[in-house]
């Protein structure tokens, strides 16, 4: 086995070589984030890297992720360190069932969250992310019937915040969020009395209701580093746990297990390692390569969600 810091030498001198910048999810291993030239959402960090100007940019995060930074970044080679690292939310969303609903129901504006793939953004007529998907739909026309995908619990949220009734709302979820248990969360209360909630929309509504911040990842970072209370409890994934105790190290945060294997981590993320890593540079592999007519559509949704103020 290869020792971390051999690896963080060669992804060093790799990184030089290919004239490349590392970009990490919040939900990596605290050793990928600790060597990423960028930590953040992932939207965030695919805009952070049009700001590069180097050749390569080694994603490490999940496909979709990858994809939406080709699609910014065309002329960069884009690398992930596993191809298997997916999202259920992405495979609950068939690109075939989108194109069948909008031949029969063509008057509606689809919406599509960010954790999608490349092929259902081309077919979307704007995307949004966690952080602004209640601003995405209160500024389409109030009287156009929207169709929200792929998160059922993320498009209730925003159907609550915005009172959106001819909204249609797709049934996938997030196999982290979606399985974290309301009954774990009130326990964890009565635990850390003088603890905060902080949760992700992704989450299931009743444990959005005993939420006293509701956000997307990088909001629930900066909320929680913001606030004068000494403990939270955080419902995501435990990865932004690294960039918490960064921002806050005098605070205490605790992260609830799911229903699905007794942790709060996502399995998919946890798919890319340094090793892995330092071969996809070594490499340039796995790499993102997608049609140019499939990247000038799916950056149209993209400009659309960018240009709402």
């Known amino acids: 086995?290869?020792?971390?810091?051999?690896?963080?030498?060669?992804?060093?001198?790799?990184?030089?070589?290919?004239?490349?910048?590392?970009?990490?999810?919040h939900y990596q291993d605290a050793e990928i984030q600790d060597l990423a030239d960028a930590v953040g959402d992932s939207l965030e960090l695919a805009r952070k890297a049009q700001s590069f100007s180097g050749d390569v940019i080694a994603f490490c995060g999940v496909w979709?992720?990858?994809?939406?930074?080709?699609?910014?970044?065309?002329?960069?080679?884009?690398?992930?360190?596993?191809?298997?690292?997916?999202?259920s939310l992405v495979d609950s969303c068939p690109v075939e069932q989108i194109r069948a609903f909008k031949r029969h129901y063509p008057e509606y504006t689809i919406v599509s969250y960010i954790n999608t793939s490349v092929e259902?953004?081309?077919?979307?007529?704007?995307?949004?992310?966690?952080?602004?998907?209640?601003?995405?739909?209160?500024?389409?026309?109030a009287d156009r019937p929207v169709l929200f995908l792929p998160d059922i619990n993320l498009g209730n949220y925003v159907r609550e915040q915005t009172g959106r009734q001819n909204m249609k709302i797709w049934q996938g979820a997030c196999i982290v969020h979606a399985t974290f248990a309301a009954r774990k969360l009130a326990a964890a209360r009565v635990e850390h009395p003088s603890a905060l909630v902080a949760a992700h929309p992704e989450c299931t509504g009743d444990i959005l209701a005993m939420a006293d911040f509701i956000g997307s990842t990088s909001a629930i970072i900066d909320w929680c580093a913001h606030q004068d209370a000494p403990e939270f409890i955080v419902m995501t994934e435990s990865g932004v746990g690294h960039s918490l105790q960064k921002l806050a190290p005098g605070k205490k945060f605790y992260f609830l297990p799911n229903e699905n294997c007794n942790c709060s981590e996502c399995p998919y993320m946890r798919r890319n390692t340094l090793a892995k890593l330092r071969d996809a540079l070594k490499n340039l592999a796995p790499r993102v390569e997608l049609p140019e007519d499939i990247i000038d559509r799916a950056r149209l949704p993209i400009e659309r969600m960018l240009a709402v103020k």
Do not use: Q
């Open 120 to 141: 259902v953004k081309a077919e979307s007529d704007i995307l949004c992310t966690s952080r602004n998907a209640v601003k995405i739909v209160n500024s389409i026309p």
């Open 64 to 87: 979709f992720m990858a994809e939406t930074a080709k699609v910014l970044n065309p002329e960069r080679i884009v690398v992930v360190p596993d191809r298997d690292a997916g999202c």
């Open 1 to 25: 086995m290869v020792a971390i810091d051999s690896l963080v030498e060669e992804i060093a001198d790799l990184r030089v070589s290919r004239k490349a910048v590392i970009l990490a999810h």
